[in-house]
């Protein structure tokens, strides 16, 4: 499939089925994911993967709750996702790699501003690695969501054994879609035009 037919005709899918997503399309997933841009190259972004519901339970334990689940449209559709992928970053890789000689000296990239990141690049190489990954699996044919760190990110970096120092960025669902599928209300809004975000040479 070509690239401008993938980024035209993926959508966010929050409902699957239970069918197994074949280890070689995962794999393949991941492994380009790995080719997204890094800042640095410093690859500062790691995955934990769960595949079936003995290893995405955890998940949903730690980032959902009781009361949520009961009431939202949604859940039984995103629960039979069959695979997980939670995405975390490393904001000290950055640290280092920027205090590294080659982009510490006088004709280094800009870094941080007196010890502050205006844009923290490990949030920017994680949404890339993101983005590789959902134009990925709609290219393998299958359905995929993002769903982003809205609660329980110590709770789930403990259940996942995941190290204190690392950020959650959020997880990508995969797998076949099936079911009921609610279009989200946000679509209502209309995707912005080329025309209308596009300035050049100025605003």
Do not use: Q
């Given at each position: ?18 069918e197994p997503v074949r280890a070689d399309v995962l794999d393949e997933v991941l492994d380009l994911a790995c080719r997204a841009p890094s800042a640095g190259n410093t690859g ?32 039984a559709g995103l629960s039979r996702a069959p695979v997980i992928v939670a995405l975390f970053v490393d904001p000290d890789a950055y640290r280092a790699r920027y205090a590294e ?103």
């Amino acid at each position: 499939m070509e690239l401008a037919d993938i980024a035209r005709g993926r959508k966010m899918v929050r409902s699957f089925s239970t069918e197994p997503v074949r280890a070689d399309v995962l794999d393949e997933v991941l492994d380009l994911a790995c080719r997204a841009p890094s800042a640095g190259n410093t690859g500062g972004w790691d995955t934990v993967v769960m595949v079936g519901p003995d290893e995405t339970a955890p998940f949903w334990d730690a980032t959902t709750t009781a009361d949520w689940r009961a009431r939202s449209r949604r859940w039984a559709g995103l629960s039979r996702a069959p695979v997980i992928v939670a995405l975390f970053v490393d904001p000290d890789a950055y640290r280092a790699r920027y205090a590294e000689p080659d982009k510490a000296g006088p004709e280094a990239e800009p870094g941080p501003v007196d010890g502050e990141w205006p844009v923290p690049y490990w949030f920017v190489d994680g949404g890339f690695a993101v983005m590789v990954m959902l134009l990925a699996v709609a290219d393998a044919g299958l359905g995929a969501c993002f769903l982003g760190n809205f609660r329980g990110e110590a709770a789930l970096r403990s259940a996942l054994g995941v190290p204190d120092d690392r950020r959650y960025v959020g997880a990508v669902l995969m797998g076949e879609p099936s079911g009921d599928d609610p279009p989200s209300p946000s679509l209502a809004r209309g995707r912005r035009r080329a025309s209308e975000v596009v300035h050049r040479g100025r605003w």
